[in-house]
């Protein structure tokens, strides 16, 4: 049995991207979250469990219902009306919400291309060989023998 980490159609694809561009917008030369694709690692995510896929299922159709509210597709919308749907959601379904940007900052702070434009390393890279262990320096710490209490 194969599992897959696709749960949604491209339209609601197109509103996880729209949204994830309001949640990190793009600034100066820094991307949005939707234009680096950071919807695929939200929706990897969300197929994960089923409590999830429901939560982000139903989380995209209020987020659809309140754009539809301010007069058209999400996507359409002029950005304030864009947040103005997305602040509505996040009264409504705090839980999606709180979920959503917590996944979005995930995905895009760990994305190649933002460690990349922010000039950060990750930890345990590659070509990192570290010294190996002088045990030597551990003899005073052993010497002093057992410096804690034993539980009960």
């Known amino acids: 049995m194969t599992t897959s980490n696709t749960i949604l159609d491209d339209a609601q694809r197109a509103l996880l991207d729209a ?3 309001r949640i990190v917008p793009a600034q ?5 979250a939707g234009d680096l ?3 695929a690692f939200v929706e990897s995510v969300a197929a994960g469990s089923a409590a999830k896929r429901r939560l982000f299922m139903e989380g995209l159709v209020q987020i659809e219902l309140a754009a539809q509210e301010r007069g058209g597709l999400f996507a359409t919308l002029s950005e304030t009306a864009q947040d103005d749907a997305l602040k509505s959601v996040e009264e409504t379904n705090p839980a999606f ?3 959503l940007v ?3 900052y995930r995905g895009y702070y760990t994305d ?3 460690y990349s434009l922010l000039s950060y390393r990750a930890p345990n890279r590659a070509d990192y060989d570290p ?3 002088d045990e030597s320096l551990l003899g005073p710490v052993r010497e002093r023998g057992q410096i804690w209490t034993t539980a009960p």
């Not at 100066?28 to 949005?32: A, F, I, K, L, Q």
């Open 28 to 32: 100066d030369e820094m991307p949005g």
């Open 97 to 99: 919400f709180q979920e």
């Open 37 to 39: 694709g950071i919807a």
């Open 112 to 114: 190649e291309t933002v």
């Open 102 to 104: 917590t996944q979005a």
């Open 131 to 133: 010294l190996p262990l």
């Open 19 to 21: 949204t994830l561009n």
